[in-house]
Each structure stands twice: as structure tokens, then as C-alpha cells.
């Protein structure tokens, strides 16, 4: 049996199948933020756009593996990440840079990047009782803890 396609059918075919390649491409990169956090100087702009004042603009930095499979601890992590809108089962397996400001004596943002593009972060209060809230998480335009 053969199809016989004219170039109207032809032109249909290929005009759905470039929308589904452009509709998967935006399913993986799901997750991913176009925001750009390549230098010091962008991290710390984007923090003070979520409202956060840093001690300094001192950082450290450490480099993880996002393990293939989430044990509880991760997907507690993870359930996190996704009231920013962030989700990093989209990068089990990738290797992920963490970089960790003080806001005060007691409290740090993370931020967690992949190619130098956010992909997840927290706000995380020191102290031993202390929480953690969603990079984006707020409560009536202020963090508590």
C-alpha cells in the first residue's frame, strides 16, 4: 500500500512534525532557567532580586553529583524545588555547582546551577532547629525562620 502525498499533505506533515520537535525540546529543558549565572557579580544581582540583602559578596563553591535515583531525603529536596519551579530530577545523573552566600551570621542562600544557568536553590537558617524555605518561597514579602 502506498500514500500518496501531495504537496499541501506534505507541507501539513512537516509543519507537525517541526512542532513536535519544538514542543519536546521545550519539555526537556523544562526545569531549566534562562537565567544566567555565570559571574559573581549576576548571582549576586539575582539574589537581591528575590528581596535578599547579603552580608557580603563572598561565596563558597562545591561541585555534586544529582544522584540517578532520589532517595527520600532528595525528593523531600526536590518537592522544595518545585514551589520555585525548578525540578532537578531533570538532571539525575549530571554534575551540578552549588554556590552558597551568607545572608546574616545564621542564614545562607544556595544556588544551584548546571552550565551556568539556575536550576534550583534555598534559603537555609543555620541554626540546628533552623528551616528551609524555596528560593522563591516568600512569606507576605518576608522569609521567617
Same mark, same amino acid.
Given at each position: 500500500? %502506498? !500514500? ?13 512534525? =517541526? ?5 519536546? +525540546? ?7 532557567? @534562562? ?5 559573581? /557579580?549576576?548571582?549576586?544581582? %539575582?539574589?537581591?532580586?528575590? +528581596? ?8 563558597? @563553591?562545591?561541585?555534586? =553529583? ?6 527520600? !531525603? %532528595?525528593?523531600? %529536596? *526536590? ?10 530530577? *531533570? ?23 548546571? *552550565?551556568?544557568?539556575?536550576? +534550583? ?15 522563591? /518561597? *516568600? ?7
Amino acid at each position: 500500500m %502506498y !500514500v500518496l502525498l501531495t504537496k499541501k499533505r506534505l507541507a501539513v506533515v512537516l509543519a507537525a512534525v =517541526v512542532l513536535a520537535l519544538v514542543l519536546v +525540546g521545550q519539555f526537556l529543558s523544562a526545569g531549566a532557567s @534562562q537565567t544566567d549565572l555565570s559571574t559573581n /557579580e549576576k548571582r549576586v544581582q %539575582y539574589i537581591n532580586t528575590l +528581596g535578599i540583602k547579603l552580608q557580603s559578596d563572598d561565596f563558597t @563553591q562545591k561541585q555534586v =553529583v544529582i544522584p540517578q535515583t532520589f532517595n527520600k !531525603v %532528595y525528593d523531600n %529536596y *526536590n518537592n522544595l524545588q518545585l514551589k520555585s519551579g525548578f525540578n532537578l530530577k *531533570n538532571y539525575c545523573g549530571k554534575q551540578v555547582t552549588i554556590f552558597t552566600y551568607n545572608i546574616d551570621s545564621q542564614t545562607v542562600v544556595n544556588l544551584i546551577t548546571f *552550565n551556568n544557568k539556575l536550576i +534550583g536553590g534555598d534559603v537555609a537558617s543555620l541554626k540546628i532547629d533552623g528551616q528551609m524555605t524555596a528560593l522563591k /518561597e *516568600n512569606t507576605n514579602g518576608k522569609r521567617t525562620f
